[in-house]
């Protein structure tokens, strides 16, 4: 069973700090991970995705992968209300046949 | 606008009744889902589908059933609608080269 473990929060942030987003998968053959924003009432949105250990930058935000410990996270700088949503962690193991996997998402609060 | 389209965005069912949620992209992307999604239980996959003319059971298959005739289309349908149906029902696609999924903006189903 392949599974994705986030923790559900809330995790409150002040305005202006960093936001640290944490994952943790169990298929050693995930190839490949992704994280998804979605507010509430609407359909997630990729804003990351990675592929190789370590850092992968883009903007506000840093996607961080160590295949070794099985873990993914999420930075977000400079925190802005707008940043308050749910975020949904999921991995992909290749082959296509069973889609990705997600956690059930780390809701972010953001407090002005 | 490309991408994809859900149909209904909300529906009321009377438990018994027979249900199709429709799905339609325009990005021939091969690979398309459906997931429900719960609050408390995340995203889950339902059924997928790697390509026209086949289809695989995900996750949670029970009680409902798909179809892929061509490439942009994916119907979701409830036999016999139960109020454990009830939920808000995300369809994906994934280009074959790419592992990233895009959603569709999503249909509240409840089943009374």
């Known amino acids: 069973q392949k599974e994705v473990e986030q923790n559900s929060g809330p995790l409150s942030v002040p305005e202006g700090a960093i936001a640290s987003l944490n994952c943790t998968y169990s298929?050693?053959?995930?190839?490949?991970f992704f994280w998804y924003r979605q507010y509430s009432g609407k359909s997630p949105e990729l804003i990351m995705f990675i592929y190789s250990n370590g850092d992968k930058e883009d903007g506000r935000f840093t996607a961080q992968l160590n295949k070794a410990s099985q873990y993914v996270s999420l930075l977000i700088r400079d925190s802005q209300p707008s940043d308050s949503a749910t975020y949904l962690c999921?991995?992909?193991?290749?082959?296509?046949?069973?889609?990705?996997?997600f956690g059930k998402g780390t809701h972010l609060i953001i407090q002005p | 606008i490309a991408g994809i389209t859900q149909a209904p965005t909300s529906q009321i069912l009377a438990a018994g009744r027979r249900m199709t949620l429709r799905c339609t992209q325009d990005m021939r992307h091969n690979a398309m889902y459906w997931y429900r999604q719960d609050l408390g239980l995340g995203l889950r996959l339902i059924h997928y589908s790697n390509t026209a003319g086949t289809t695989g059971k995900g996750e949670v298959p029970d009680g409902y059933s798909v179809s892929r005739a061509n490439t942009d289309d994916f119907p979701l349908t409830l036999a016999s609608a139960v109020p454990s149906q009830t939920s808000v029902y995300f369809c994906?696609?994934?280009?074959?080269?790419?592992?990233?999924?895009?959603f569709g903006q999503g249909t509240r189903l409840t089943v009374v």
């Open positions: 994906a696609s994934r280009p074959g080269t790419s592992s990233q999924a895009f």
């Open positions: 999921a991995g992909y193991s290749g082959g296509g046949a069973d889609g990705l996997t």
């Open positions: 298929d050693r053959g995930s190839q490949s």
